[in-house]
């Protein structure tokens, strides 16, 4: 890790175009364990394009002291469907890729792996309220029957904890293994990142989030984690998101932006590969299943 190259990270950044013109912007699925840092990553990254502490997404940060919010703790904070744009220095110009925040994984309820193929199909309309018990119809009012590519995902990012190997059970897993089936059955490119480094590794990362490169703990939840998922190393990314603080840290915006450069790649790269012809095409359009 170069810890000197953020100036040219967030230059690369900011001079970021879609590769293809087959869509308007890149779609960026975000799963993972409720309570792991989905919305986290969102206004983490946000804050750090803003170059200020932003928060456009909700985020449950409870550790319990709320008697209302401990009662999420474990729990997805996110239930709807929601898109999130990134702007651009200047109001009203947004960069060309969007996130989508959808509720968390649980061992025995969250999120339905049906309706995270939906999502990634395009199938899902913005502010569909997730059930943790009932799939998305096609008879549904918010059931995109005809998704084109600006409504398919280009790239799924699972995030997790940094301490996932050591607290989710074998259900948890067999989860996620059926996402990256089902990901991969549909040509949609993967990575991980690990978040809470510094919460849940070592005292020396929280002293220092530079310590995160010669980290035991963190080195080997990655190769825990590309054993167990399959997940390239070099497709694992761990780091802090923002959610105390209220000024930027280089290290923390470093970390990020690394993971971010290699999300947008991979997502262009599937745009790439779709060839002209997909932005008049839908995804299976006929059938959701």
């Given amino acids: 890790m170069d810890w000197g190259r953020k100036e040219d990270e967030l230059e690369w950044l900011k001079s970021f175009r879609l590769q293809s013109g087959n869509v308007k912007h890149l779609r960026v699925l975000l799963c993972g364990p409720a309570g792991s840092g989905k919305s986290s990553f969102i206004n983490s990254v946000d804050s750090i394009c ?3 502490i932003t928060g456009p997404a909700d985020a ?12 999420t703790a474990g729990q997805s904070f996110t239930l709807k469907y929601k898109t999130h744009r990134i702007q651009r220095e200047r109001p009203g110009q947004h960069y060309p890729f969007v996130f989508n925040d959808i509720m968390g994984l649980e ?7 049906k309706d995270i193929k939906l999502a990634m199909k395009g199938h899902v309309k913005e502010d569909y309220t997730f059930n943790p018990v009932s799939a998305l119809k096609k008879s549904d009012s918010f059931c995109n ?3 084109t590519s600006n409504d398919k995902a280009h790239v799924l990012v699972f995030v997790l904890a940094v301490d996932i190997n ?16 089902a990901a991969r059955d549909l040509g949609i490119p993967q990575i991980a990142i690990l978040t809470k480094i510094d919460e849940k590794s070592s005292p020396l990362v929280k002293e220092n989030l530079r310590n995160v490169c010669s980290c035991t703990y963190i080195k080997n939840a990655m190769e825990k984690l590309s ?13 802090k998101n923002y959610h105390a603080e209220i000024e930027l840290k280089d290290e923390v915006d470093m970390l990020i932006l690394t993971a971010l450069r290699k999300i947008l790649d991979l997502a262009n790269d599937r745009v790439n590969s779709t060839g002209v012809a997909a932005t008049h095409l839908s995804a299976n359009n006929v059938n959701i299943a």
């Fill in 166 to 181: 050591d607290v989710a059970g074998p259900s948890m897993f067999q989860k996620m293994a059926e996402i990256r089936l």
């Fill in 60 to 71: 449950n940060n409870s550790q319990g002291t709320d008697l209302v919010l401990a009662k």
């Fill in 227 to 239: 054993n167990t998922m399959g997940f390239p190393l070099n497709c694992i990314f761990p780091l």
């Fill in 107 to 113: 061992p025995t309820h969250g999120i339905l792996l």
């Fill in 50 to 52: 803003q170059n200020r």
């Fill in 145 to 147: 029957n005809n998704p």
